[in-house]
T-cell receptor, first 115, second 111 residues
Protein backbone atom coordinates (compact mmCIF):
# COMPACT_ATOMS: atom_id res chain seq x y z
CA UNK A 1 0.00 0.00 0.00
CA UNK A 2 1.14 3.56 -0.62
CA UNK A 3 2.64 5.36 2.36
CA UNK A 4 1.85 8.72 3.88
CA UNK A 5 2.54 11.47 1.36
CA UNK A 6 3.63 14.98 2.27
CA UNK A 7 4.44 18.08 0.25
CA UNK A 8 6.44 20.10 -0.17
CA UNK A 9 9.55 18.29 1.11
CA UNK A 10 11.41 21.55 1.71
CA UNK A 11 10.34 25.14 2.20
CA UNK A 12 12.32 28.30 2.92
CA UNK A 13 10.46 31.46 3.88
CA UNK A 14 11.13 34.72 5.64
CA UNK A 15 9.68 35.47 9.04
CA UNK A 16 6.16 36.88 9.04
CA UNK A 17 5.35 35.07 5.79
CA UNK A 18 2.72 32.34 5.55
CA UNK A 19 3.24 28.71 4.63
CA UNK A 20 1.06 25.63 4.17
CA UNK A 21 1.87 21.93 4.26
CA UNK A 22 -0.17 19.12 2.81
CA UNK A 23 -0.58 15.51 3.95
CA UNK A 24 -2.30 12.55 2.32
CA UNK A 25 -2.59 9.66 4.79
CA UNK A 26 -2.71 5.97 3.98
CA UNK A 27 -6.05 5.03 2.47
CA UNK A 28 -8.55 3.95 5.11
CA UNK A 29 -6.67 5.40 8.05
CA UNK A 30 -9.09 7.25 10.28
CA UNK A 31 -6.59 8.99 12.51
CA UNK A 32 -4.15 11.64 11.34
CA UNK A 33 -1.45 13.38 13.35
CA UNK A 34 0.77 16.40 12.77
CA UNK A 35 4.05 16.49 14.69
CA UNK A 36 6.72 19.16 14.87
CA UNK A 37 10.34 18.01 15.18
CA UNK A 38 12.91 20.63 16.06
CA UNK A 39 16.54 19.74 15.35
CA UNK A 40 17.92 17.50 18.07
CA UNK A 41 14.52 16.79 19.59
CA UNK A 42 11.92 14.09 19.27
CA UNK A 43 8.67 14.84 17.44
CA UNK A 44 6.05 16.79 19.40
CA UNK A 45 2.34 16.41 18.69
CA UNK A 46 0.64 19.50 17.30
CA UNK A 47 -2.80 18.15 16.44
CA UNK A 48 -4.65 14.85 16.16
CA UNK A 49 -7.69 14.24 13.94
CA UNK A 50 -10.15 11.38 14.07
CA UNK A 51 -11.78 11.40 10.62
CA UNK A 52 -12.44 15.13 10.17
CA UNK A 53 -12.83 15.98 13.86
CA UNK A 54 -10.12 17.32 16.16
CA UNK A 55 -9.23 14.97 19.04
CA UNK A 56 -6.33 16.91 20.57
CA UNK A 57 -4.92 20.31 19.63
CA UNK A 58 -3.73 21.32 23.09
CA UNK A 59 -0.15 21.90 21.90
CA UNK A 60 -1.02 23.76 18.72
CA UNK A 61 -0.08 27.48 18.90
CA UNK A 62 -3.47 28.62 17.75
CA UNK A 63 -2.52 32.25 17.35
CA UNK A 64 -0.46 31.33 14.29
CA UNK A 65 -1.04 27.67 13.46
CA UNK A 66 -4.18 26.17 11.97
CA UNK A 67 -5.02 22.77 10.56
CA UNK A 68 -7.94 21.16 8.85
CA UNK A 69 -8.87 17.76 7.52
CA UNK A 70 -11.64 18.16 5.02
CA UNK A 71 -13.74 15.07 4.29
CA UNK A 72 -11.63 13.08 6.72
CA UNK A 73 -8.87 12.36 4.22
CA UNK A 74 -6.21 14.94 3.25
CA UNK A 75 -5.02 17.50 5.75
CA UNK A 76 -3.32 20.89 5.58
CA UNK A 77 -1.30 22.62 8.27
CA UNK A 78 -0.82 26.38 7.98
CA UNK A 79 1.45 28.82 9.75
CA UNK A 80 0.60 32.50 9.56
CA UNK A 81 2.76 34.45 10.29
CA UNK A 82 5.88 32.33 10.66
CA UNK A 83 8.52 32.97 13.33
CA UNK A 84 12.16 31.95 13.41
CA UNK A 85 11.43 29.32 16.06
CA UNK A 86 9.03 27.56 13.67
CA UNK A 87 12.02 26.19 11.76
CA UNK A 88 11.58 22.44 12.08
CA UNK A 89 10.51 19.29 10.28
CA UNK A 90 6.75 18.87 10.18
CA UNK A 91 5.76 15.22 10.18
CA UNK A 92 2.40 13.79 9.29
CA UNK A 93 1.39 10.35 10.53
CA UNK A 94 -1.69 8.20 10.21
CA UNK A 95 -3.06 5.11 11.92
CA UNK A 96 -5.90 2.75 11.20
CA UNK A 97 -8.12 3.38 14.23
CA UNK A 98 -8.16 5.40 17.37
CA UNK A 99 -10.16 2.92 19.39
CA UNK A 100 -7.07 0.90 20.15
CA UNK A 101 -3.35 1.19 19.96
CA UNK A 102 -2.16 0.73 16.42
CA UNK A 103 0.98 1.45 14.47
CA UNK A 104 1.50 5.02 13.34
CA UNK A 105 2.94 5.38 9.86
CA UNK A 106 4.95 8.52 9.21
CA UNK A 107 5.46 10.51 6.05
CA UNK A 108 8.88 11.83 4.95
CA UNK A 109 8.22 15.23 6.52
CA UNK A 110 8.45 18.83 5.35
CA UNK A 111 11.59 20.68 6.39
CA UNK A 112 10.77 24.34 7.04
CA UNK A 113 13.45 27.00 7.34
CA UNK A 114 12.38 30.44 8.50
CA UNK A 115 14.93 33.21 7.81
CA UNK B 1 10.05 18.51 31.14
CA UNK B 2 10.91 15.50 29.03
CA UNK B 3 8.54 12.66 29.96
CA UNK B 4 10.57 10.04 28.12
CA UNK B 5 14.28 9.89 28.77
CA UNK B 6 16.54 8.10 26.30
CA UNK B 7 20.10 7.04 26.96
CA UNK B 8 22.68 7.33 25.71
CA UNK B 9 22.23 10.48 23.61
CA UNK B 10 24.75 9.22 21.09
CA UNK B 11 26.66 6.06 20.48
CA UNK B 12 29.60 5.11 18.29
CA UNK B 13 30.25 1.38 17.97
CA UNK B 14 32.49 -0.75 15.85
CA UNK B 15 30.84 -2.96 13.27
CA UNK B 16 29.99 -6.34 14.76
CA UNK B 17 29.58 -5.10 18.32
CA UNK B 18 26.37 -5.29 20.32
CA UNK B 19 24.66 -2.24 21.78
CA UNK B 20 21.69 -1.27 23.92
CA UNK B 21 19.56 1.87 23.97
CA UNK B 22 17.27 2.62 26.92
CA UNK B 23 14.00 4.52 27.21
CA UNK B 24 12.62 5.40 30.65
CA UNK B 25 9.34 6.95 31.73
CA UNK B 26 8.09 8.22 35.06
CA UNK B 27 4.58 7.11 34.10
CA UNK B 28 3.09 3.76 33.17
CA UNK B 29 2.99 3.40 29.42
CA UNK B 30 -0.03 2.24 27.44
CA UNK B 31 2.14 1.40 24.46
CA UNK B 32 5.80 1.81 23.57
CA UNK B 33 7.06 2.26 20.03
CA UNK B 34 10.55 2.19 18.61
CA UNK B 35 11.30 4.09 15.41
CA UNK B 36 14.42 4.67 13.36
CA UNK B 37 15.05 7.95 11.54
CA UNK B 38 17.69 8.85 9.01
CA UNK B 39 18.63 12.47 8.48
CA UNK B 40 16.07 14.29 6.37
CA UNK B 41 13.65 11.38 6.36
CA UNK B 42 10.55 10.30 8.19
CA UNK B 43 10.31 7.72 10.94
CA UNK B 44 10.50 4.04 10.13
CA UNK B 45 8.52 1.79 12.45
CA UNK B 46 10.56 -0.92 14.16
CA UNK B 47 8.44 -2.43 16.93
CA UNK B 48 5.52 -1.82 19.24
CA UNK B 49 5.31 -3.22 22.78
CA UNK B 50 2.18 -3.16 24.84
CA UNK B 51 2.29 -5.76 27.56
CA UNK B 52 4.51 -5.78 30.64
CA UNK B 53 7.42 -8.16 30.13
CA UNK B 54 6.86 -8.28 26.38
CA UNK B 55 9.81 -8.89 24.09
CA UNK B 56 9.91 -8.69 20.30
CA UNK B 57 12.64 -9.34 17.78
CA UNK B 58 13.12 -8.47 14.13
CA UNK B 59 16.29 -9.53 12.38
CA UNK B 60 19.08 -8.40 14.72
CA UNK B 61 17.02 -5.98 16.78
CA UNK B 62 15.28 -6.95 20.03
CA UNK B 63 13.08 -4.70 22.14
CA UNK B 64 11.77 -5.34 25.63
CA UNK B 65 9.24 -3.65 27.88
CA UNK B 66 9.69 -4.16 31.61
CA UNK B 67 7.01 -5.60 33.87
CA UNK B 68 6.06 -2.22 35.28
CA UNK B 69 5.75 -0.81 31.74
CA UNK B 70 7.98 2.15 32.55
CA UNK B 71 11.20 1.19 30.82
CA UNK B 72 12.12 -0.28 27.47
CA UNK B 73 15.39 -1.32 25.93
CA UNK B 74 16.41 -1.79 22.31
CA UNK B 75 19.26 -4.19 21.70
CA UNK B 76 21.13 -4.57 18.42
CA UNK B 77 23.26 -7.67 17.96
CA UNK B 78 26.31 -7.66 15.68
CA UNK B 79 25.78 -4.09 14.48
CA UNK B 80 26.21 -3.14 10.83
CA UNK B 81 26.66 0.23 9.08
CA UNK B 82 23.03 -0.05 7.94
CA UNK B 83 21.96 0.23 11.57
CA UNK B 84 23.24 3.81 11.74
CA UNK B 85 20.64 6.49 12.34
CA UNK B 86 18.60 8.05 15.11
CA UNK B 87 16.55 5.72 17.28
CA UNK B 88 13.46 7.21 18.86
CA UNK B 89 11.20 5.76 21.48
CA UNK B 90 7.63 6.99 21.49
CA UNK B 91 4.95 6.19 24.00
CA UNK B 92 1.24 6.53 24.48
CA UNK B 93 1.13 7.92 27.99
CA UNK B 94 -2.52 8.79 28.44
CA UNK B 95 -4.36 6.36 26.18
CA UNK B 96 -5.01 9.13 23.69
CA UNK B 97 -2.94 7.27 21.08
CA UNK B 98 -0.80 10.26 20.12
CA UNK B 99 2.82 9.63 21.00
CA UNK B 100 5.25 11.40 23.29
CA UNK B 101 8.81 10.95 22.08
CA UNK B 102 12.22 10.89 23.66
CA UNK B 103 14.99 13.06 22.22
CA UNK B 104 16.50 10.17 20.33
CA UNK B 105 19.77 8.26 20.34
CA UNK B 106 22.16 8.87 17.48
CA UNK B 107 23.98 5.70 16.43
CA UNK B 108 27.08 5.56 14.27
CA UNK B 109 28.59 2.22 13.27
CA UNK B 110 32.21 2.35 12.17
CA UNK B 111 33.94 -0.20 9.93
Amino acid sequence: EAGVAQSPRYKIIEKRQSVAFWCNPISGHATLYWYQQILGQGPKLLIQFQNNGVVDDSQLPKDRFSAERLKGVDSTLKIQPAKLEDSAVYLCASSRTSGSISEQFFGPGTRLTVL
Amino acid sequence: SQELEQSPQSLIVQEGKNLTINCTSSKTLYGLYWYKQKYGEGLIFLMMLQKGGEEKSHEKITAKLDEKKQQSSLHITASQPSHAGIYLCGADMDSGYALNFGKGTSLLVTP
